[in-house]
């Protein structure tokens, strides 16, 4: 380590004053880019996400009593019945949340495609599937 004993300045005299240096081939870069150059490190990567996560709501599925399954099952075989016809239906179904606990319901509208009894899947005109197991209710054409 050398002392500074008030020479350094001295030995930048030749090249001080001089202009500073433009490139022909690159832009300046903006200010504002410049400065982000020394922004601080972000430790917290993904931080953001997880609060915004845990925030996210969820329901709870509630489960049907047997009235309510039996209700559902007419329903199905109306559909079934008329199901050339294409009767409108409007079906609400829960959807279990991928990362936690409890999910959302919502509702599909249109008519059925297909009742997938092997699979136990509702096919709707727009390719929505839709589990048997996890339908809340139905609306249709007998209710009008």
């Not at 047997?66 to 016809?85: G, H, N, P, S």
């Not at 008519?111 to 996890?134: A, F, H, L, S």
Request: net charge negative.
């Amino acid at each position: 380590m050398t002392k500074n004993n008030g020479n350094d300045r001295q030995r930048y005299d030749d090249i001080i004053h001089l202009p500073h240096h433009v490139s022909e081939v690159h832009l300046q870069m903006a200010p504002g880019d410049r400065a982000a150059q020394f922004s601080p490190f972000a430790a917290l990567t993904g931080y953001e996400d997880v609060l915004e996560e845990a925030g996210r709501l969820t329901g709870e599925r509630i489960e049907l009593d047997e009235d309510a399954k039996i209700i559902l099952d007419e329903k199905l075989r109306m559909i079934q019945e008329q199901i050339t016809a294409r009767p409108q239906v409007e079906i609400t179904y829960f959807v279990p949340d991928e990362k936690k606990a409890g999910g959302t319901y919502n509702t599909a509208e249109g008519w059925v495609k297909k009742i997938d009894r092997y699979g136990q899947n509702i096919i709707m005109n727009d390719g929505t599937k839709i589990p048997v197991g996890e339908i809340r209710d139905i609306k249709g054409f007998w209710d009008r």
